[in-house]
């Protein structure tokens, strides 16, 4: 079967004897009259225990006020009244040879485990990136990697570069000598300074 939204969105609906208009109709932006009902669902799936506060975690990523994050939102899918799955989206600025475009990031991706392995997660990210169009997939393990690495465009693992601000400490590890130490990082810290104030990008 073609990996596209129709397709699956046809699938989906006989997996849970939904036409394609029920289908549809059940998914929607969870409401503060849902966020009980979605903290459950999570501290099922995660198993969620104290000291990590979910409703905190929620209210903060999905039900702010605050300027950015007041596009977010977290997508539910539901049968009966019951949550099926669910997929958070969070907006952020993607800047692109010095221009900004609004783009949206797919995370918190949810599927309960006897609605899982029949195109669930994958229809939801596929809804997803439909009405997002210029949007990614973030924090996907071991399991859901292969899911997400059907739909979307694989990027090079992470990476995080750190940039020494003072040379001197560093120097003085291997030296053991604090006046040869403070000698040598002389000139080093002169390039840093001038490395960072010349706005130079990291490899």
Same mark, same amino acid.
């Given at each position: 079967?073609?990996?596209?939204?129709?397709?699956?969105?046809?699938?989906?609906?006989?997996?849970?004897?939904?036409?394609?208009?029920?289908?549809?109709?059940?998914?929607?932006?969870?409401? $503060?009259?849902?966020?009980?009902?979605?903290?459950?669902?999570?501290?099922?799936?995660?198993?969620?225990?104290?000291?990590?506060?979910?409703?905190?975690?929620?209210?903060?990523?999905?039900?702010?006020?605050?300027?950015?994050?007041?596009?977010?939102? $977290?997508?539910?899918?539901?049968?009966?009244? /019951? $949550?099926?799955?669910?997929?958070?989206? /969070? /907006?952020?600025?993607?800047?692109?040879?010095?221009?900004?475009?609004?783009?949206?990031?797919?995370?918190?991706?949810?599927?309960?485990?006897?609605?899982?392995?029949?195109?669930?997660?994958?229809?939801?990210?596929?809804?997803?990136?439909?009405?997002?169009?210029?949007?990614?997939?973030?924090?996907?393990?071991?399991?859901?990697?292969?899911?997400?690495?059907?739909?979307?465009?694989?990027?090079?693992?992470?990476?995080?570069?750190?940039?020494?601000?003072?040379?001197?400490?560093?120097?003085?590890?291997?030296?053991?000598? /604090?006046?040869?130490?403070?000698?040598?990082?002389?000139?080093?810290?002169?390039?840093?300074?001038?490395?960072?104030?010349?706005?130079?990008?990291?490899?």
């Amino acid at each position: 079967m073609d990996i596209n939204l129709n397709n699956i969105s046809n699938f989906v609906a006989r997996f849970l004897h939904m036409d394609r208009d029920g289908l549809d109709a059940n998914l929607a932006p969870a409401g $503060i009259e849902d966020f009980e009902k979605l903290i459950e669902f999570r501290k099922f799936m995660f198993k969620l225990e104290p000291p990590w506060d979910d409703a905190a975690y929620l209210k903060w990523r999905y039900f702010s006020d605050a300027e950015s994050r007041k596009n977010n939102r $977290i997508w539910l899918i539901k049968k009966d009244n /019951e $949550i099926l799955g669910c997929v958070g989206i /969070e /907006e952020f600025k993607l800047v692109v040879h010095g221009e900004k475009y609004t783009a949206h990031k797919s995370l918190d991706l949810l599927v309960t485990p006897d609605r899982q392995g029949m195109g669930l997660g994958m229809w939801l990210l596929l809804v997803m990136s439909d009405k997002y169009p210029l949007s990614m997939v973030v924090g996907a393990n071991q399991k859901s990697f292969p899911l997400a690495a059907k739909i979307c465009k694989v990027m090079r693992p992470l990476q995080k570069y750190k940039l020494m601000l003072s040379a001197e400490a560093q120097i003085r590890k291997k030296l053991k000598s /604090e006046m040869v130490s403070r000698i040598i990082s002389m000139p080093v810290d002169k390039f840093l300074w001038w490395y960072i104030n010349k706005g130079i990008s990291l490899p």
